[in-house]
């Protein structure tokens, strides 16, 4: 089953088109068993005074399921992009009426509000903003009439998104090469492709240049270091994946090959599944895979890299599919987004570099 599963996938990876409808059933039946879900909750809430002393549904209204505010996020995101490439499947009417009831105008000026609170500078930065912005992006491409409403609504809470970054990435002296929620690549990855999509043509000469303060000069990034024992971003292919958006394919063929001049690398396996910061090596699987298919994208098309990477990426892709249990709740939560993200191409079919 996992086989005929992973072949689908890869088949529509291929041709830049949705998984089969079982796998994207399958994907969004996580999201919709925990976008309402409250609890367990863990938040990162800055109490100013016991009045902020509220349950995670008060507080953020739209996005307090799902365990945290970015996998609620990202939640809300999968269901958006399941409905919108399969709009005449059951799935699509579950995840439509499950929008619905989170993107609400009042639920997300609340959203905004609490975004813009005392104390709460750093909130979800920038991993959660980078995801609020893919999720913005998804609700613009989606020429549908209550698609339009979602994204009016989101607005207020989008441009606060884009307001933080605005405000944080010039100040910020060197990027954060982690592999979990901080790394920079990864949400400059994601915020550059929602700003060419949104057409935020000062946004995105903000993070490109970045990018290229930050990385161009990089070489001969430690792979083998990677990973560490919580990650589920790979620091060193989130970089390569945000420079292949800024580069012509010739110049990055040549920036690929001083900063990765070999990529090897083994499916990572869960010890754990009951563990949550374990359950993270099941979504490295998924984000490798990703980031090697865009990396293999943006190379000339004769590259004698591409296939090597392409292949690479299929073998992880084929580990992330095999961990994902909806039955732990500790993987459930977040797992189909990075399932979705990759199978559907989302970073590669999106938007393509500046040339």
Known sequence: ?????????????????????ALASRMARLALDCVHREYPNKIAHVLNSDADARPPRELTPAFYGCYDWHSSVHGHWLLARLARLYPHEPLAQEARRALARSLSVENLAAEARYLNGAGRQTFER??????????AAELREWDEVDARRWQAALEPLEQAAVARFT????RLPRPVRAGEHSNTAFALGLA??????ARRTDFEQLLVSRIRDFYLEDTACPLHYEPSGEDFLS??????????????????????????????LEPTRVTDVTDGKLYHLAGLNFSRAWMLDGIASALPQSHPRRRGLEALAARLAEAGFAAI???????????????????????ISSAGPSR
């Open 167 to 170: 405000s944080w990435l010039p």
């Open 325 to 347: 249990r909806a039955e732990h709740y500790e993987g459930g939560h977040w797992l189909g987004s990075f399932a979705v993200y990759y199978a559907t191409r989302r970073g």
């Open 235 to 264: 620091p060193c292919l989130a970089e390569a994946d945000a420079v292949r958006r800024v580069l012509p394919a010739e110049e990055f063929a040549k920036w690929l090959a001083a900063f990765l001049p070999r990529i090897a």
């Open 192 to 197: 550059l492709d929602y700003a060419r999509i």
């Open 1 to 21: 089953m996992l086989r005929t599963t992973l072949l689908l996938t890869l088949a529509a990876s291929a041709s830049a088109t949705p998984p089969d409808a």
């Open 126 to 135: 920038p991993y959660g903003l980078a995801w609020l912005l893919q999720l």
